[in-house]
């Protein structure tokens, strides 16, 4: 190894070690980065190496923010984030909770079922894993609960229908992945339709069969009440209002009427407005919202800052070189070293969180699939189809890390609401059989990537 190789190790593990001493992400980021500049710049007088770093290589980043500032895709973000918050504040999804377990009370699990329908909608709504994983657990954790639930069944519910929102759009991890590869938003976004549909549907089937063949876990309500039109009725009107939502959102960067950014004022608008529909809009909402927005909003673009400064030195200093060196050099084939990658954002999902690894590796990863020469269908319409594909897999990979013990956040979003009596081991003993299915999934993403393209293909 040269001494810039040792340089792009030093970088990483000075990296992992500071995440331990409790510093903000962003400012660990920008630190490092600047502090092996300055390290680059002696070794080249000191030690005659050939870093090319100096004092104009962090000017070179205030390049790079103007640009990250002047990025029309990013202006989606906050607008995404308000959604989202404001959808929290509607009550819509007390409405749909309350209206949809009278709907499936005749089905043992039927509550659980709930969960994980709510859970897709809240995903297709708000694309923020934590506001999805608080609400479902606040709204159905006592209910499951006090039904008679199996404590572990209920955890894994909530935590594996939370976690979609990480995948199925409007995500703003895919809008974030789509600046940082230069790939098309809508691609993405319709992507990720069927593997987020697919997961739900393999939670469903899986929740139905254990209680058909273990009923104590998921007893009937013992105040259930008979099918009826009325009933009926109420659960249309309470998913009719999101359910339009979506389809405004998602339904005019599909039809092509709006870019993802002008779709995602249309989400903020339409959150507003349903949430003044409930009767919940008030100043105290506003002010609440809005300043949860902005401070969420400044947490991201605060890492993209310190994130731009890190990445730019670590590719002065060749780290993408040695990334790419290091991979290719396995004797895996294309396939063994994409599930290798995919290993690794495992692990790093349990150290990092999406936004880290979405602007530092992902950057780093990505040159080294498309050169391994994987033959994706795009027929002709999706650009880089092969890159979409890898994209999805990584979106399917992280989430299995979110569920994942000992560290997933998703487990400690929950953990913080629920009831008392429900401990950690009843959530990871939950979450266990979500992960298998979640493998199962991504091992389907893998095998037929047309899951992934067809979509955009035949949109477009």
Known sequence: MEINDFLVVAMFLSFALMLFTGFPVAWVLAGVGMLFAGVGYLSDIYLDTMTGLDFLTLGLVVNRIFKIMDNWVLVALPMFIFMGLMLDKSGIAERMMHAMQDLFGQVRGGLAVTVTVIGIILAASTGIIGASVVLLGLLSMPAMTNQGYSKSLAAGTVCGAGTLGILIPPSIMLVIMADQLALSVGDLFMGAVFPGVILGGLYITYILVLAYLHPETAPLSPD????????????????????????????????????????????????TLLAAYNGRLNWKVMKEVTYAAYKTTAYIFAIFLGATCFALVLRELGGDELVERAITSLPFGPYGILIFILLIVFLLGFLLDWIEITLIILPLLSPIVAGLGFEIEGYGEVGEPALVWFVMLVAVTLQTSFLTPPVGFALFYLKGVVPPGITLAHIYKGVAPFIILQLIGLTAVILFPKLVTWLPAAAY
């Not at 039109?229 to 005019?252: D, N, Y």
């Not at 709006?258 to 249309?266: H, I, L, M, Q, Y």
């Open 224 to 271: 259930r009440r008979h099918f009826s039109l009325p009933m009926l009725v109420e659960a249309v009107k309470s998913i009719l209002p999101p359910a339009l939502l979506i389809v405004a959102v998602l339904g005019s960067i599909f039809a092509g009427i709006t870019t993802p950014t002008e779709a995602s004022g249309v989400g903020a608008l339409g959150a």
